[in-house]
C-alpha cells in the first residue's frame, strides 16, 4: 500500500516552455502533498508544501510564480515549472501523505527534467 | 552551517560487512528521525523511523538517536550488494504527515561481492 506515482518519469524541453509534473497518490488519500528538487549529488531540497483545496506554501527563495503548484483533488497534485531555462534542469520528486499514512511521507519515483 | 551534516562519502564495503551510516545536526527541536535509501534515479524509500532517542531494530537495519549529542546512526549488518544506494538521513521537528523534513546530503554505500 501506499503508493505515489509520478509522470513523466523523464522530460526534455526547450528553454522558454513550460512543463507539468503530476503527482498522484494510488491507493490513499493523500490530504499532504510535497515537492522536492534534487541536483546531481545532492540532497533533497523542498520547495512547496500543499494541502488539499488550499494554497501552497512555498520554501523561502522559491518562486511561487515559476513553480505552480494545484492540489486540487486528494489523489493529484501537479507542478508547473513555466519558462523553463535550463538551471531549472533538475530532478523533481513529490511525496504524499494522509490520515491512513502512519504518520510518515510516500515519495513519488521523481521525474528528471532536463531544460536545452 | 547545515542543519544535518552527513558524509556523503562514498563507503565502499565487502559483502558481509557491518556499515555504519552517521548525521549530526544543530536543531534540538527536531524529534523525528528516519533514514531513506534511495537507488540511481529513484525516489527514496523510508528504512527506519524513530521518535525520540533510543534504538530500533528491523532486520539487518539498527538506527539509533542519541539526542544529546544531535547524532543519530544507521547500522546495517551482512551488507549485501542490493544495499548498494544512496542513504539519506531526514528530521523533522512536528510529525513527519505533515511536517517539513529536513535532510544529509546522502552517504553513497557501494557493496562489492
Known amino acids: 500500500g501506499a503508493v505515489v506515482s509520478q509522470h513523466p518519469s523523464r522530460v526534455i524541453c526547450k528553454s522558454g516552455t513550460s512543463v507539468k509534473i503530476e503527482c498522484r497518490s494510488l491507493?490513499?488519500?493523500?490530504?499532504?502533498m510535497f515537492w522536492y528538487r534534487q541536483f546531481p549529488k545532492q540532497s533533497l531540497m523542498l520547495m512547496a508544501t500543499?494541502?488539499?483545496?488550499?494554497?501552497?506554501?512555498?520554501e523561502q527563495g522559491v518562486e511561487k510564480d515559476k513553480f505552480l503548484i494545484n492540489h486540487a483533488s486528494l489523489t493529484l497534485s501537479t507542478l508547473t515549472v513555466t519558462s523553463a531555462h535550463p538551471e531549472d534542469s533538475s530532478f523533481y520528486i513529490c511525496?504524499?501523505?494522509?490520515?491512513?499514512?502512519?504518520?510518515?511521507?510516500?515519495f513519488g519515483p521523481g521525474t528528471r527534467l532536463t531544460v536545452l | 552551517q547545515k542543519e544535518v551534516e552527513q558524509d556523503p562519502g562514498p563507503l565502499s564495503v565487502p559483502e558481509g560487512a557491518i556499515v555504519s551510516l552517521n548525521c549530526t545536526y544543530s536543531?534540538?527541536?527536531?524529534?523525528?528521525f528516519m533514514w531513506y535509501r534511495q537507488y540511481s534515479r529513484k525516489g527514496p524509500e523510508l528504512l527506519m523511523y524513530?521518535?525520540?532517542?533510543g534504538n530500533k531494530e528491523d532486520g539487518r537495519f539498527t538506527a539509533q538517536v542519541d539526542k544529546s549529542s544531535k547524532y543519530i546512526s544507521l547500522f546495517i549488518r551482512d551488507s549485501q550488494p542490493s544495499d548498494s544506494a544512496t542513504y539519506l538521513c531526514?528530521?523533522?521537528?512536528?510529525?513527519?504527515?505533515?511536517?517539513?523534513?529536513?535532510f544529509g546530503q546522502g552517504t553513497i554505500l557501494t557493496v562489492h561481492p
Open positions: 524513530t521518535y525520540s532517542s
Open positions: 500543499s494541502n488539499e483545496g488550499s494554497k501552497a506554501t512555498y
Open positions: 536543531n534540538s527541536a527536531f524529534q523525528y
Open positions: 491507493d490513499f488519500q493523500a490530504t499532504t
Open positions: 531526514a528530521m523533522s521537528a512536528s510529525g513527519t504527515s505533515y511536517g517539513k523534513l529536513t
Open positions: 511525496s504524499a501523505s494522509g490520515r491512513l499514512t502512519t504518520d510518515t511521507q510516500y
